[in-house]
């Protein structure tokens, strides 16, 4: 699996907002420095991120951008899901023709082996993506700066 930077991004800045903002807005330029993302770029992730439920702007001087929900419960999958066309490892798991973006059915559609192997290691991702919150995320980047003893998986 190789993850766009939208993805990676958007997790990272997902993480600044949880890490160094809790319920007050993250202005974008503050995120864009510690980050080091583009403003423009971060502003596209976020309309993303704003239309699956996850953030949440608000206008003004003192606005900026905050979680909608609680770091606890907003997980990596989450982010991923809506920062990216789908998690799949291959096109061919877990997608119906329609949805492949005028790719054309596999002709082992139903009948590879293989096929298993993607579908399973995409399922234990997918368990462990969304297992992963940003919580999860907070905790460790205390525990590298000595902040906090780690005791998470």
């Not at 190789?2 to 949880?18: E, H, N, V």
């Not at 980050?35 to 993303?48: A, D, G, K, V």
């Not at 001087?61 to 609680?70: C, D, E, I, M, N």
């Not at 993506?129 to 995320?137: C, N």
Request: proline residues 5%; aromatic residues 6%; contains cysteine.
């Amino acid at each position: 699996m190789r993850l766009s930077t939208k993805s990676r991004y958007g997790l990272r800045a997902m993480f600044d907002i949880a890490f160094n903002c809790g319920p007050e807005p993250a202005q974008i330029q503050d995120i864009s420095r510690r980050q080091q993302i583009s403003p423009r770029y971060l502003e596209q992730i976020f309309q993303n991120l704003k239309r699956a439920g996850l953030l949440k702007s608000k206008r003004g001087p003192q606005g900026g951008y905050v979680l909608s929900r609680k770091p606890e419960e907003i997980s990596v999958l989450d982010i991923l899901k809506a920062t990216e066309q789908d998690v799949l490892l291959v096109d061919c798991v877990g997608v119906t023709p329609k949805k492949r973006r005028g790719k054309s059915e596999c002709q082992f559609e139903g009948c590879c082996v293989t096929q298993t192997v993607w579908s399973e290691a995409s399922a234990m991702l997918d368990t462990l993506f969304g297992s992963m919150t940003l919580e999860t995320l907070c905790h460790r980047a205390r525990a590298m700066k000595g902040e906090e003893k780690e005791d998470l998986p």
